[in-house]
């Protein structure tokens, strides 16, 4: 049976409380864009520890790290339960800000908004990629990490996943976040929906336009699929790009962005058995022989439920 471990450092005190025994059931959630992984619990209270919003919040399975973040809010009812509800460092990038980056990384950007923050960072790695200039006014902070990404995933073709590892904010590449575990109907898997879709995130034709000072209008690059145009119909991704990219670096932009948009979506939302650690932005090997499925997946979304000794996760899986 895995052992579970739920502990609260009182800020006002220092004091730690080991809670584990009083909790009913709890819920640890990560998205891979534009949510700070959220950790729900109901615990029976008690005049044998103390906590309020602010406080240190460790969860853990096993001995190994699953949550750590802060209490944000607690609601406590009649029958002397206290739902609480905790986020991870990715919280406090909800904060609004404006920033000038030129010549800098997605990684760049992180650091220096980690560091304005007050937030410690993890694994940060190099994309490669220098973005010509981000300028962003008046935006969240995670709003600007994001385009900080997407900008890079059209420059490059390759995927950036922001989270919190436990230690800091961290940047890495799903590809290199690959999960040891194996989820198939005869590894785990409890059900299943498997969907292919050209609805939500697919395109066969990548315009991009780079304004020009002299004509006074837009000078428009075109990169298209006819074939699947003909299948589809137009699906068409219209961008701007920014003043500092020459021909040549624009063309190789819609060709990427082309290529990574370019097809049919498939996603599977899997129930399953709990595995410890799973989190959005990694990838895991899946195998259904109803499907004919042996390949590795991202996970978009992993919810999961601890209650009664017993774990499950749900995720939402993309293919890449």
């Known amino acids: 049976m895995q052992q579970y471990e739920l502990l609260v450092q009182n800020k006002s005190s220092g004091q730690i409380y080991n809670i584990t025994n009083s909790v009913t059931s709890a819920d640890w959630v990560t998205e891979r864009c534009d949510q700070p992984g959220k950790f729900t619990f109901q615990v029976l209270l008690s005049d044998d520890w103390q906590m309020e919003p602010g406080d240190v919040v460790r969860f853990s399975m096993d001995g190994q790290l699953q949550f750590y973040g802060w209490v944000f809010t607690r609601a406590d009812d009649r029958w002397n339960v206290s739902n609480v509800t905790c986020y991870d460092r990715l919280r406090y990038l909800k904060a609004n800000a404006s920033y000038a980056f030129y010549a800098q990384t997605a990684g760049d950007v992180v650091r220096q ?155 599977l939302k899997i129930s399953s058995l709990g595995v410890s650690g799973l989190r959005a932005g990694q990838m895991i090997l899946v195998k259904i022989d109803g499907l004919g499925l042996e390949q590795f997946v991202l996970i978009e979304k992993a919810s999961h439920h601890y209650e009664n000794g017993v774990h499950t996760v749900d995720l939402d899986l993309y293919e890449l």
């Open 113 to 267: 908004i980690a560091g304005d923050l007050q937030l410690t960072t993890g694994t940060i790695e190099d994309t490669g990629y220098k973005l010509p200039s981000l300028i962003e006014q008046n935006k969240s902070c995670f709003d600007i990490i994001q385009d900080a990404i997407e900008k890079t995933l059209n420059a490059t073709g390759k995927l950036y996943a922001l989270y919190d590892d436990g230690e800091g904010l961290s940047l890495q590449e799903p590809a290199n976040m690959v999960s040891d575990v194996v989820l198939g109907d005869r590894s785990l898997l409890t059900d299943y929906t498997y969907t292919s879709d050209i609805d939500k995130e697919t395109y066969n034709s990548i315009k991009l336009a780079k304004p020009n000072q002299e004509t006074g209008r837009a000078d428009v690059y075109l990169t298209e699929d006819s074939a699947n145009i003909g299948q589809w119909g137009l699906l068409q991704l219209y961008q701007q790009v920014d003043d500092e990219q020459n021909e040549a670096q624009i063309k190789s932009m819609g060709a990427a962005m082309l290529t990574y948009y370019n097809r049919v979506l498939r996603s």
